[in-house]
């Protein structure tokens, strides 16, 4: 009998293989792991989790990809010649670039898997780039010591490429953040062209990209440059619950813009992927991007009553699809606001707060611009 469950696994392994990210091929590989660790076979468990952690954190499932890594990570401690830590050195980057956004996640957690890369990275004399470039992004999505956060910028950039090194398409999307938290609009736009023009790629640039460039082109007055960043860029991610902050960027976008029922097209159609997004920051995004939309809704008594089909897991689900804009807002509001305080008391800073807070101000650039 014993081969009959390892046929099996094997049966839903190659079942995954042929598949895209998705929801579908994590639930796949998440299977095989349970009948690999119901038979305690350690060495199977080990290789299907090695997916795993590719298919959940290019599917959308960022909590589940660190589950599966952190499971591998304690065998290699374990038993470092039998599972050779060598082995998923890039998706260790991964996983530690993300865990910032799990608000459950102490200071101290992110701070000893920042370090314990790093000793990972210095046995093979490579990757000071790249945890330049993860402490820079920990400490800057943190809201910490902007003295600090630039200091790290500088050593990032400064610091040699090597083997483990992210893509060049990676590293200069990232680099726009830099600009963008800054409010270097130009300096962003002009940074972004070879992603633009199609240069420079790879298996989330664009997408990323596109979503990320919206507000900068809004801001210079670009309008139709935003709008074509709209079209080509939303098309990209609007399958693939990995991008939700990114259709936040969209929505955003829209309602900037006045383009309301098209804003409220996109809520609708994403709004179940927060319900049990692993990533709080993205929830967090959306949800924010989505109470600027009702708020604009609000603020132009365009109606008090949308019509949308939201799925019954929604809490405030109504059977009629009547959704009053005041109390919808107010739900996101106090979503977004929870999550918020989650990290802002982890971080010990105000990010978060004042992000909501930025509604406000974007409520005062707001031109209307319709889309076809």
């Known amino acids: 009998m014993a081969g009959d469950w390892r046929e099996e696994a094997q049966a839903l392994w190659d079942r995954a293989t042929r598949q895209k990210s998705s929801e579908s091929k994590v639930r796949l590989l998440e299977e095989a792991v349970r009948m690999a660790d119901a038979h305690g076979d350690v060495d199977l468990g080990y290789q299907l989790r090695d997916d795993l952690i590719d298919a959940a954190t290019f599917g959308g499932y960022p909590d589940k990809a660190l589950v599966a890594f952190a499971w591998c990570r304690g065998q290699q401690k374990k038993d470092?010649?039998?599972f050779d830590p060598e082995g998923l050195l890039w998706k260790q980057k991964w996983v530690v670039g993300r865990i910032k956004e799990f608000p459950h996640i102490t200071r101290k957690q992110i701070s000893d898997a920042l370090d314990d890369i790093e000793?990972?990275?210095a046995k093979v004399d490579a990757g000071k780039r790249s945890v330049l470039k993860l402490r820079y992004q920990t400490l800057r999505d943190m809201g910490d010591d902007p003295a600090e956060v630039?200091?790290?910028?500088?050593?990032?950039?400064a610091a040699p490429r090597d083997h483990l090194t992210d893509c060049r398409a990676c590293e200069l999307d990232d680099?726009?953040?830099h600009h963008i938290e800054k409010g270097e609009w130009e300096a962003a736009l002009r940074k972004a062209r070879p992603i633009v023009e199609g240069r420079?790629?790879?298996a989330e640039i664009p997408h990323l990209t596109l979503g990320t460039l919206l507000y900068p082109a809004f801001k210079l007055g670009d309008l139709e440059r935003a709008a074509e960043f709209h079209r080509r860029g939303y098309g990209l991610v609007?399958?693939?619950?990995?991008?939700?902050?990114t259709v936040g960027n969209h929505i955003e976008f829209l309602a900037l813009t006045g383009n309301h029922a098209r804003g409220l097209a996109l809520m609708e159609k994403h709004l179940e992927w927060t319900l049990d997004h692993g990533s709080f920051n993205d929830r967090f995004l959306f949800l924010v991007a989505a109470a600027f939309l009702l708020e604009r809704l609000?603020?132009?008594?365009?109606?008090?009553?949308v019509n949308l089909r939201l799925s019954k897991a929604f809490p405030e689900h109504r059977a009629d699809g009547g959704y009053e804009v005041k109390a919808l807002h107010a739900?996101?509001?106090?979503?977004a606001r929870g999550i918020a305080t989650k990290f802002d008391t982890r971080n010990g800073t105000s990010r978060y707060g004042r992000w909501i807070e930025r509604n406000q101000r974007l409520a005062q650039e707001v031109v209307a611009f319709p889309l076809d």
Do not use: G, H, I, Y
């Open 200 to 202: 420079v790629k790879c």
């Open 80 to 82: 470092p010649e039998r």
């Open 150 to 157: 630039d200091r790290l910028w500088s050593a990032w950039l």
């Open 119 to 121: 000793q990972c990275f």
């Open 331 to 335: 739900w996101m509001l106090q979503q």
């Open 175 to 177: 680099e726009l953040d």
């Open 238 to 245: 609007a399958k693939n619950r990995d991008f939700l902050a």
């Open 298 to 305: 609000m603020a132009t008594a365009e109606r008090d009553v």
